[in-house]
């Protein structure tokens, strides 16, 4: 089995130190590729590496933006402090990670995935909030984009108040697609303290494949006289009592939910209802319009959950596997 790789963005703010404290609850096996990644977001001339842009900005002479060279400068040194710390307080947690780190001149979103498309992550984990002096006003800026771009699985971690090594309380929406069946699969896969629980919960949507569902969310129900099609109401339990199965089989307390309902704000009561410490759903659901719609759920939940929310992505086979398989 290939190892797992890992990639944390770590920024210094209190919630990137948050999701530092959230990794001891993200049942990650105890060997696997780290990456702590930095973005030092300052004005050089486009580069792609650390060292490059210090060669860029070393470079850099003319007196009016020599202001501008010294602010770079400091930038990048101070992520450079960022990701050294992050490392040290991740391997005295985790002596068996193998921990890298790397700093990239850009944007936050988007120095993230530079990097998660160059190093190929099986999971991006960051905070839900950054540095920004503009507080509220770009709350989840950066991990909505991380989120929404991304080509695999993210983590959005938060703060709670919680004993270390103490069970889990995990919530996990189930809606019979191959993301959400991803989704069980990676639960299933991880480490969990003794006496850890899920809630496997499934959201009958009869109007989903019609509705935009940031209108069911503000109405937090669906309109009255739309019924649910007992088939796929069957089918909605059959996926449940399957993950409940698997979950169990892995060492997990399992019950099962089945309702009516919109899924973000089925999701979102449920887990203030557990004080589940983080929510686990599939990237993809059943939608019309997948493509113009994907993420509009798990983009809820991440934006609004008061715990952590892990957003697993299907892997993509490749191009070349497929046509070797007959497209199968």
């Known amino acids: 089995m290939d190892t797992k790789k890992v990639l944390f ?20 096996p105890s060997e696997l590729d780290l990456l702590v990644v930095s ?41 450079r402090i960022f990701v050294q710390h992050a490392a040290a307080t991740i391997r005295e947690s985790f002596p068996g990670w193998n921990v890298e780190t790397r700093v990239y001149p850009n944007s936050p979103a988007w120095g993230v995935l530079h990097a998660a498309e160059k190093w190929k992550p099986d999971l991006i984990v960051l905070g839900s909030h950054g540095r920004s002096a503009l507080g509220r006003v770009v709350i989840g800026s950066v991990s909505q984009k991380v989120l929404s771009e991304a080509l695999c699985s993210v983590r959005i971690a938060r703060h709670r108040d919680v004993v270390e090594g103490s069970p889990v309380r995990l919530l996990v929406g189930v809606d019979g697609t191959p993301d959400s069946g991803a ?20 959201a009958i949507s009869p109007i989903g494949l019609y509705v ?46 089945v309702c009516d309902g919109a899924p973000a704000p089925m999701l979102l009561k449920e887990a203030e209802r557990l004080g589940a410490d983080c ?31 892990e957003v ?13 398989d007959g497209g199968n």
């Open 312 to 324: 697993i992505r299907t892997p993509k086979v490749p191009a070349d596997k497929t046509a070797a």
């Open 39 to 79: 973005v030092a977001e300052v004005w050089v001339l486009e580069t792609e590496e650390e060292e490059d842009a210090d060669a860029v900005i070393t470079g850099v002479g003319e007196p009016h933006i020599v202001a501008i060279s010294n602010h770079a400068k400091e930038g990048l040194e101070q992520a």
């Open 183 to 202: 989704a069980i699969n990676e639960l299933a896969s991880r480490a969990w303290p003794s006496g850890s629980s899920v809630m496997v919960l499934s």
């Open 9 to 28: 963005a770590y920024d210094g703010s209190a919630c990137a130190n948050d999701a530092l404290e959230d990794l001891k609850r993200a049942g990650l």
């Open 279 to 309: 929510i686990f759903l599939g990237a993809r659901g059943h939608r019309f319009m997948e493509r113009f719609l994907l993420g509009s759920v798990s983009s809820a939940v991440a934006t609004r959950a008061g715990c952590s929310v």
């Open 212 to 257: 935009d569902p940031a209108f069911a969310y503000d109405l937090g129900r669906w309109p009255e006289g739309l019924e649910g099609d007992a088939r796929h109401w069957e089918r909605m339990e059959q996926a449940a009592n399957d993950a409940a199965v698997k979950l169990r089989d892995a060492g997990l307390l399992v019950d099962t939910m």
